[in-house]
Structures are given as C-alpha cells and as structure tokens.
C-alpha cells in the first residue's frame, strides 16, 4: 500500500535526522492529521491508533522531548510491520507534556512532502524546477510580475531567493511568563475575538488564553484576522511583547492553529525580501510548496569527496535548512554549502572558458627573438623596472607556447604597462601576424595610439619614465590620418592605425580594408574593433586595456576576430590577489607592483570645507605656474543625473565665482561620448586649466602637466576609488597633490581618509577596501563580467579560494567532460553561465 510505504520512509528518515520533527514539511503531527483525514479508513487499526495517540496529544510530536519521539517512532514502525517482541504498539504511553516542553518544537524543519497549512493537506505534483512561478498555488500573472521584481520566475529561482534574516520565535512561554519587549511564543485558546477601530481604522482584538492566564492581541488594519480567527479555537501566537499602561499586549503577531504546520509561529521564521503585492505570510506558505515541488531535483550532485573535504551539508537538507532552519548554526551551515556551490560554479565556468579558448584549436606559437626584444628596451629613454622584465618574460613564456595565452596584467596608474603591451605586440609583428589594443573609450584609444607611435619612433623617447607625448606638444591628428607607417625598432617597418567610431566613414574604410588585407600591423581601438564588419587577415595578439570596464562578452568578441589569438587584459586597478582569481579565474596573473624610478608620492591631505578659500589660493599658485588640475565632485551613486549637475552647479560657480579669470572644463556622464572626447582632448592639450568633473576621468587619458586633484566630498568614494583618481596626477616627476575635503563626522570615515593619505600603494589600500565595501561596490556591479550571484558574495575570500581549490581539482580530472558522476556539476556550471558567456 502506497500510504503506508510513505509512512515507513518518514519514519525511518525521521530516525535517521535524530528525530528533530523534520521529515516532513510542517512536522509529523501535520503529516499525522493529514493521513488521519484523508486515509484513516484504509489504514491498519494499529497504524490508525498509533497517528489518533499524537495528533490528540495536548501538545503532539512537536512539543514532546526526544525520548518521546523516539519511542513513538518506534512503535509506529512496528505497528507498521508487527514483529515478535515484549512490546505492543498501542501499550507505548503517551504523556501529556507542559507546554514549556514545546520549546523542542523549535527543531522542527519543512522537508520534502505533505502541506503547505493548516486547512491544506492536498498532495502536490512534482514539477521542473524551471517552471513558472505560477504553477504554485495563489500565484496569479500579477502576483508573478510582482515577484520577477525580486528576481523570481521560476519555481527554482523562488528556492534560491534565501531569507534576508530570522525571527526568533523559539522562546516558548506561558502567558505568566510573557517578558515585555521581547519576542515570544505563547500557546491557547481564543476566548474573544472583534473588529475594533484603533485610531479611527479598523483592526482586530483577541484574548488568548492558557491555565496560567490571559492576555491581549491586537492586530492594527487588519480586520481580516477576526474572520479567521474562530473563538475556542486553540492557536500557536508568536510576536513581541510591550506593556500598554499596565496591561500585558501582543502586537500584530504571526499565528496559526496548533495542529498546522508550523511555518509562521513557535520557530525561526524565515523573513524574506517583499515588494508591493507580496506578503510575509503568503511567502512563507508558497516556499514550502516550492521546496516540495523541487524535492525531486535537489538530489546531492556535489562528489563525496569535495563535501567531506570542505565539510558541508547535504543540498536536501542546505536548501530545507537555508528556509526553515533548525537553529542558527544549522541556517549558517546551509548558507554556507549554498555560497560554495554557487561560486564553485563561477569558478568552474571560468576555467572551462580558458580551457576551451585554449584547447579548442591550437594556439599560434611565436618565435620570440631575445636580439629583437632587447633593441626595443634599448631604445626606450628609460630601464625598465624588475616587475616590468618579471612580467615580460610571463608573457614571452605564454606566447611562445602552442597554446594561447590568457593572462592579466595588474599595474597601477603610472607603472608601465603599455610599454610592456608593445613589447609583446612587436613579438607578433615580428612573427608576419596582426596586433589589436582595445580600450574603453575614444580619448583613452587615441592616448594608446599616441604613446605607442612615440615609443616606435627611435627618436622620440620621452624622459624620466614618461611616455606620453607631452600636452604641450600639437596633437597628433589620428582622427584625419587614422593610419601611419613608421620607421622603429631595428629599422623595420610598422604599420599602426586607429579605429573609433569618431572616424569618418572613409577612414573607417580604409583602416577596415587594411585590417582585412594584412597591410595594417596593430591597430587601436574601442569598441568598434569588435563589430561585424571589422576582419583581420590574422590576428595573433588580441590585448584589452582596462578590463573591468568590459565583460567576458567583449572580451571574447575580440579574440574570435582571429584564429585563437593570444590574449593578454591590463587593468589599473589594484585587485587582491585571490578576488582577482576569482574575479578573471580564466586568466593567469601578472602585476606589475614597482612605478618607474622618478616618480615622486603624491602628497595627500584631508581636509574639511571651512579651508577651502586656502585651497584655492594654493590651486592658483599652481595653475601660475604652469600647471593644470582637477576638480572631482561628490559622487552620487543614486542618480547620474544628480551627479551631473551637481559637477554643473560647482563648474558655474568656480568659473564665476571663484575663478573668472581661468580657463576651467566641464566634464560629466551625461555628456555624449563626442563631447567628452572634446573635453578631455582640450585638457590634454592644456586649453583648461581646471577640469571639473565627475568620476568619468578614474580611467582616462594621461595629462602629466595635471598635478593637482580635489576630490570633494571624498568620504563618498571608496579607497580604491581615491587611489585611482589620485593616479592622474602622479604621471610625471613633478610633484603632485591630491587634496580630500570632507566634513564627515564619523570617526570611521574619517580614518579612511587618513589611510588613503598615508597609504600610496594601491594593492594595501585595495585590501583595505575590499573589507570595507566588499567587491560589489569595489569593483562596480556592471563591470566584472561576471554572471549574478544569487546568494554568494565575492567578499568571503577563504570560500573563493576554496571553491577554485576544487574547480581546479575537477577540471584537471580527464573524465570530467564525461563520467556520469559529474553530470550534475556540469548542469549548475551550465545553468549559472547560460545567459554570460558564448561557448563557442
């Protein structure tokens, strides 16, 4: 008999969880009533006696202390079977416990089947975690918009919406007992129940009431709950006590009735995330049906051996104990196996990515000339430094192999990365094969373009590490003659050409029909070097400058313009190690952790508005002599528009105010990318004197004649954030300033301050950063590239580096493509990335 075999499995699975009261969804006295109600006339007397011996218990299963359970198991399974022994199954007693007893009922958890309430007991399709959300009960089309606003369309994406925190609804009192301003579950029978005005509103007034006393419930504009709340009905009241003149009073508490399931009263109680349209108890009572519909699907996938290496719980019991926790350390251990499956996912997506780009089709091993590399150092006006060499022998390792290389190159604003990137772009050159720089933005391609053309050129080195063409030299006019050969290192030849949308259409033409034809040998570029129409003849070297502002989209839309080409990504921002793993896990990692000889600290100082009138005494010192600065205005994360004009009020009043006989430049988001290039090439070319911006210039062009940064409103930013502004104006030997102005009160705020204006080197400061803020912030939500993370962060970096411990441990399994016991990690690996990254 069905009924009978699921009893069984109950019960021995309640054995197995140490008779906790989680078995089943709402506990075995709700599993109790259930078979009660809809099977009692085809159940086995014995079984029959053994169900009526708990659910007319006083306080049932729930409120019973383990020997109890543990012996009404027991004989329920032999009542089940019936074997020879000293005992009978209707002889177990059955006590009646003090209610103070039902503080075990705390341990309960929704598992696996039966109910979603108290008047439901109707048993529940199993279903396809990736159907609608509407195929739960009460979830109408509206209540479904209602929830994709919280993320939610499938029933797997409501599983995976995790609880924002708890209450605790454990402590179990009498009504004697109840302590004020305090939450706690009380347990008795409505002796009263009205609709009542409070405050001119209509709401609800009960009276409950045990053998110790009686006390009040109010539930303010909810009239509603009088409906459902029959008098004489015994319920389970759980919420906070406060004292109302004298009087003892329960304010809009959770209730349900005693013998229900158990999801919203004398528990941990789950508190989701809610929008308009969406209640707390309508939440809870659609989980537990969407946790019984997944059932089927949440069979363990994770390999024994990686669960008992990192000690996590099983999926079933995670995803069970995530929602409605036995305790607090159990709510945390399910979080905790949640987070690590999520990020080994992203970490294993990330290293077949890379494994795939590299394996593939075969990579084009170049021959490195050693004669070659050295001339081009030789030529510079400037040694390179022992992290410029380190990292350039990484990448001509990579390079040479027959295997493409994927590799990140971390330096700071000002530590020599481009001179590096060359180097490795002539190697391909030299190999007969095609070179690409893409960069996030026309001004900052140009400046590659510019600082590339005066490192060719044998007779234009530029002094003391600097290598970009000085602002007060005439421009180079890329954007009429987007392509020029030049004479360079050993005398050879080299074709470089700009590709940008501000191109005119027969220069994009042109340069397009070259990159075609294999006349052009390394190209700049935004992102129009990824669109359809550009081709190369072949690409050997594909290189992308500030990653962070791309995704692996893009990143991978470059490398496909050639036959697997080389890839190497550079970024300015300073990155801990192990969130970089994580963060670009499918390239290798270079930095770049020394600026060139010569560059002096930028004096940094904080200071509060009421010294601005010194400021800007100093600040015309500076433009009097010659130099140039900026002027950041307070970032306003909520609103780019707020942003924008808050940088047009101040530009308007230092040009009118304060500074009317200088020439200052307006520079903000909400200026269309032409605008923006014209701005910045007019400050590059020190047309402006003071550039009033906002954040737009963290990555942008070099202006070595720039040696003053105010940042107002400094405690708005993060650390990393500072040093990056900081690093415009450390781009010569000149010394430079960066002024912070804040007039925050909080101490914790202000010692961040003084941390960045005693801290020059970026990587300390993005450590401290990334504790502070975590990588959401501290890398941009739109910038990693990355796939959303549902419940892990990328903040918890000894769980990061775990979960890429086992990725690496799993993708260098020969049988990992293919053995049927890693088909469940390949499917999370596929569902976490489907939408992220082209396989192919």
């Given amino acids: 008999m069905q009924v009978i075999e699921a009893l069984r499995k109950v019960l021995v699975l ?34 029959t006696r053994q169900l009526k011996s708990v659910r007319n218990d006083r306080v049932g299963y729930r409120g ?56 439901d007991h109707s048993t529940v399709p199993t279903v396809r975690p990736r159907t609608p959300v509407t195929a739960l009960r009460g979830v109408s089309t509206k209540t479904a918009a209602n929830l994709a606003r919280l993320g939610v369309s499938t029933i797997a994406d409501f599983v995976y919406l995790l609880p924002r925190r708890y209450l605790d609804y454990t402590q179990i009192r009498r009504v004697s007992e109840l302590e004020i301003d305090r939450e706690q579950t009380v347990i008795g029978t409505v002796v009263r129940v009205r609709v009542r005005l409070f405050g001119g509103r209509q709401g609800t007034e009960a009276y409950l009431r045990d053998e110790s006393g009686m006390v009040r419930i109010l539930w303010f504009n909810q009239p509603w709950v009088a409906r459902n709340l029959p ?37 941990l109680v789950p508190v989701y995330p809610l929008t308009s349209g969406l209640s707390a108890r309508q939440m809870r009572k659609w989980m537990v049906e969407a946790l019984e519909r997944c059932a089927p699907d949440l069979a363990e996938y994770l390999p024994a051996d990686i669960a008992a290496r990192q000690q996590l719980m099983s999926l079933h019991d995670a995803v069970h104990e995530a929602h ?60 390179l430094t022992a992290a410029q060499q380190r990292v350039l022998g990484e990448i001509a390792h990579d390079i040479a192999r027959p295997m493409a290389m994927s590799r990140l190159l971390q330096g700071e604003v000002g530590s020599g990365k481009t001179v590096v990137a060359l180097a490795a772009l002539l190697v391909a050159v030299s190999n007969g094969l095609q070179g690409a720089l893409m960069a996030p933005t026309e001004v900052l391609a140009e400046q590659h373009y510019r600082t590339i053309e ?37 005398g050879r030849q080299t074709t470089l050409a700009l590709l940008t949308g501000s191109l005119t259409a027969a220069n994009r033409r042109r340069v397009h029909a070259q990159l075609a034809s294999g006349d052009v040998d390394i190209v700049v570029g935004t992102q129009a070097l990824i669109q359809r129409e550009v081709t190369f003849k072949r690409l050997g070297l594909a290189i992308v400058d500030e990653q962070h502002r791309f995704g692996v989209l893009q990143r991978g839309g470059l490398r496909q313009k050639g036959f697997n080409p080389h890839v190497l990504v550079m970024t ?49 010192s500076q433009i009097r002599e010659g130099r140039q600065a900026y002027v950041i205005c307070p970032l306003i994360s909520e609103s780019p528009k707020l942003e924008a004009r808050a940088a047009t009020e101040e530009y308007r009043r230092l040009r009118e105010v304060v500074f009317p006989d200088l020439r200052l430049g ?33 990555v942008g062009v070099d202006v070595p004649n720039a040696t003053v940064m105010i940042i107002l409103g400094a405690e708005r930013f993060g650390l990393s954030q500072l040093h990056q502004l900081r690093g415009r104006v450390r781009r010569s030997s000149e010394r430079s300033y960066c002024i912070l102005v804040s007039d925050t009160p909080s101490p914790s705020t202000r010692e961040r ?51 890429r411990s086992e990725a690496l441990r799993l993708i260098g399994d020969s049988r990992f493509d293919s053995a049927a016991e890693y088909t469940g990690v390949r499917e999370r690996v596929a569902e976490l990335w489907r939408d992220n990254v082209e396989w192919s």
């Fill in 572 to 620: 300015a921002t300073p990155i801990p190690r192990s969130l970089a793993l994580a963060v670009y896990g499918d390239l290798d990692l270079s930095v770049i952790d020394k600026l060139p000889p010569g560059r002096q600290e930028t004096v940094t100082r904080v200071i509060s508005s009421s010294q601005m009138d010194r400021l800007y005494r100093f600040l015309r």
């Fill in 64 to 119: 019973w202390q383990r020997p109890q359970r543990t012996a009404w198991v027991q004989a329920t399974t032999q009542a089940i079977d019936p074997r020879p022994g000293p005992a009978k199954a209707d002889a177990v007693p059955v006590q009646r416990r003090v209610r103070a007893d039902r503080v075990a009922a705390s341990s309960r958890t929704p598992s696996d089947t039966r109910s979603e309430g108290p008047d």
């Fill in 666 to 698: 307006l520079l903000h988001g909400a200026l269309a990318p032409r605008q923006k290039d014209e701005v910045m090439r007019s400050f590059r070319d020190a047309s402006i004197d003071i550039l009033v911006s906002t954040t737009v210039v963290e």
């Fill in 231 to 267: 008098a004489n009905r015994e319920i389970v009241v759980s919420g906070a006590v406060h004292l109302f003149r004298t009087e003892k009073v329960i304010e809009s508490p959770e209730w349900e009735p005693v013998d229900s399931a158990g999801i919203h009263t004398g528990r």
């Fill in 324 to 383: 409605f926790p036995s305790n607090l350390e159990r709510a945390a251990m399910a979080r905790q196996r949640l987070t690590f499956d999520e990020l080994l996912s992203l970490q294993l997506g990330l290293l077949m990515t890379k494994r795939y780009w590299q394996n593939s089709q075969p990579g084009i091993p170049l021959e490195v000339d050693r004669s070659f590399l050295d001339a081009y150092t030789q030529n510079l006006p400037y040694s």
């Fill in 454 to 490: 005066s490192l060719l050129r044998d007779s234009e080195g530029h002094h003391n590490g600097d290598t970009t063409p000085s602002a007060t030299r005439p421009a180079l006019e890329s954007l009429h003659d987007p392509i020029r050969t030049i004479r360079g290192v050993g």
């Fill in 753 to 803: 301050l003084r941390v960045v204006a005693a801290t020059q080197n970026g990587f300390d400061l993005a450590r401290h950063d990334l504790e502070l803020r975590g990588p959401g912030d501290f890398l941009g939500t739109q910038q990693t590239g990355l796939p959303e993370l549902r419940i892990a962060t990328l903040t918890d970096l000894s769980m990061l580096e775990a979960a």
């Fill in 14 to 47: 309640e054995a197995a969880k140490g008779f906790a009261d989680s078995a089943v969804v709402g506990g075995l006295d709700a599993y109790a009533a259930t078979l009660l109600d809809e099977h009692s006339s085809s159940l086995p007397r014995r079984v």
